[in-house]
């Protein structure tokens, strides 16, 4: 009714923007369909066992994961070079290469430098390096011991609670070692399924090794891949694909006889490999970060020169934005394709999509504002650079029994979705501020007129975010009743969905009050109150127990960062109010 009411405040500050009533069909549309719904290569003198096409050829074949997930092998080649140097690729090789190459030639990369050690002093004194990739054989000493055992140990048996900064380390450190133990191993390559099982399981060539009658079939996939290594290593990086796939192809035909009712289709595969190759979310990252500097200049050469031809600058900035915005669309649209669930079931998925329903409010309600869509870049820019760190891990994974519902699309899109409309309102709010401290007689003019559009653009986005956040907070509570038998049980996730309701509906009706219905204290108001954003998605999932944990990572200090940020923004406040008066 909001959205409809000729006599809102929704429909005020629309025409107080100079948006026509077609510009408000379209937001509500919009709101609608909601509810509704790549590192630089290191270069080094290490060369390849297999050519491109060769490991290209290889990436497409289907294997079966640790959780059951069947995806290409250039999905998990992808996911261990990660894991193992946070790469996407290295030596001017692509995944698939070095994970096929450690695979046929175990005794040689065994020696290149492929794991990140990290830079904890004592886990360099104990490895005798201080480089940041060191090789596998570096972990062990001349008679084969492994140099972190005690360590290990130690850390494992520490209450996870208790474990410091070294611990941690020498865990995620021995998890990599045990990793690139599997692909020298070939046990991660679980490939070859197993006739009439059940649980359609797959294995791989070292667990045919130790099985003591294997399946005809079974022992015959398996001669078929050992000559297919065969062949790839006679060829030496040079191999004749058209011969080599004849063996892969007999492998996908069994594959295909015993277990083609779970196995994904070919186009889901080849939209698998394509997202890969995009790499959608982590180029978008670097996009969005530069482009969020060329606007932030255009943004304050207009302020401050009022020649400047605005307009102009504004229309193409929201083309390339629009532009930009499809290509994230595609990305979030093939991870749902391919994972056949809504992109948003843990916290790198929910990040992405935060992003995504950042750009989507800056594109609606900073169509005519330069200072708008630079704020909604920065904000974007940032939540993908949180995604992309190693704490937040891309892989698809299956949902746990619980989320199999179809409220997770309904409930958790309007909850994640949210968060972007209201951080969005939280960098505008910080830009003002910003303005205010820079404001002079000689620009008073000019600045106050772009602090107020800003300002009404803030309002119209929170009030987006605060009818999603609502609106999802008390639809969840129909799926808590569905799930657990009760509507509300003061969880620690829906307290702080609480809290962040009234916070927010307190900013908006700040108006009604006279010593707070300043420009000022809405601005304040809406940067400082998305700390109760923050910790309802970050501080109950990281810190706090309850049964919203589905999103939650491992648990993590709370970064000097945060401390620095917060007295930076409080000063930032401080300077503005006092500057911002003055020149009132």
Excluded at 235 to 247: H, I, P, V, Y
Excluded at 308 to 313: F, G, H, L, M, S
Excluded at 485 to 512: C, N, P, Q, S
Aim: net charge positive.
């Amino acid at each position: 009714m909001t959205f409809f009411s000729k006599n809102s405040r929704f429909t005020s500050l629309i025409e107080r923007l100079g948006q026509n009533t077609s510009a408000k069909s379209i937001v509500l549309l919009v709101m609608l369909c909601i509810s509704a719904g790549s590192g630089i290569s290191a270069q080094a003198p290490v060369i390849s066992d297999v050519s491109r096409d060769e490991a290209a050829a290889f990436g497409k074949m289907l294997i079966q994961d640790h959780r059951g997930r069947f995806k290409p092998v250039n999905t998990l080649s992808g996911e261990v070079l990660r894991k193992l140097s946070k790469k996407s690729a290295l030596f001017g090789l692509t995944s698939d290469q070095i994970f096929l190459s450690m695979t046929l030639s175990p005794a040689k990369w065994e020696n290149v430098p492929l794991i990140q050690a990290g830079s904890h002093p004592e886990i360099q004194k104990i490895l005798g390096s201080t480089e940041n990739l060191i090789s596998y054989r570096q972990f062990f000493t001349d008679d084969a011991q492994y140099k972190l055992r005690d360590q290990v140990r130690h850390a494992q048996t520490v209450n996870p609670k208790d474990q410091g900064t070294f611990e941690k380390a020498i865990i995620k450190l021995d998890e990599k070692i045990n990793i690139a133990n599997m692909i020298f191993s070939g046990r991660l390559l679980k490939m070859f399924p197993i006739p009439n099982d059940p649980a359609n399981t797959w294995v791989s060539p070292a667990d045919i090794r130790e099985m003591k009658m294997p399946e005809t079939s079974v022992l015959q996939s398996f001669e078929n891949f050992a000559s297919y290594v065969q062949d790839v290593q006679k060829g030496q990086g040079t191999s004749n694909t058209a011969e080599t796939g004849k063996w892969l192809n007999t492998i996908t035909a069994t594959q295909m006889q015993y277990s083609s009712q779970v196995m994904p289709s070919p186009s889901r595969v080849s939209a698998e490999l394509l997202l890969n190759s995009l790499d959608v979310f982590g180029r978008l990252r670097n996009v969005y970060g530069l482009l969020s500097l060329v606007l932030l200049g255009f943004f304050f050469y207009g302020v401050f020169r009022q020649t400047a031809d605005v307009q102009r600058y504004t229309h193409w900035a929201w083309v390339l934005l629009l532009a930009i915005f499809a290509f994230h669309s595609l990305g979030l649209g093939l991870r749902w394709y391919v994972s056949g669930r809504a992109p948003w079931s843990n916290g790198y998925e929910s990040m992405i999509y935060i992003a995504w329903t950042t750009m989507l409010a800056g594109l609606i309600f900073s169509r005519r504002s330069l200072g708008g869509m630079s704020a909604t870049l920065v904000l974007a820019a940032t939540i993908l650079l949180v995604a992309g760190m190693s704490w937040l891990d891309p892989e698809i994974t299956p949902l746990v029994p619980v989320l199999k519902s179809y409220w997770l699309t309904i409930h958790v899109s309007l909850e994640a979705g949210s968060y972007g409309f209201l951080m969005l309102g939280a960098v505008i709010g910080m830009l003002n501020l910003i303005l205010m401290i820079f404001t002079t007689p000689h620009n008073k003019v000019n600045t106050e007129r772009t602090i107020k559009e800003l300002t009404i653009i803030s309002e119209i986005t929170l009030l987006g975010g605060l009818f999603m956040v609502s609106v999802g907070t008390y639809l969840g509570g129909v799926w808590a009743n569905e799930s657990w038998g009760r509507y509300w049980g003061w969880d620690a996730k829906e307290t702080w969905a609480l809290v962040t309701i009234l916070v927010y509906a307190f900013i908006l009706h700040m108006r009604f009050i006279p010593g707070l219905r300043s420009v000022y204290a809405f601005n304040f108001a809406s940067l400082f109150g998305f700390a109760t954003v923050i910790m309802t998605y970050f501080g109950v999932n990281y810190y706090l127990s309850g049964l919203h944990s589905y999103a939650a990572g491992d648990p993590v200090p709370v970064p000097p960062q945060v401390y620095y940020t917060a007295v930076v923004l409080a000063l930032l406040s401080v300077v503005a109010y006092f500057r911002w008066r003055q020149v009132k």
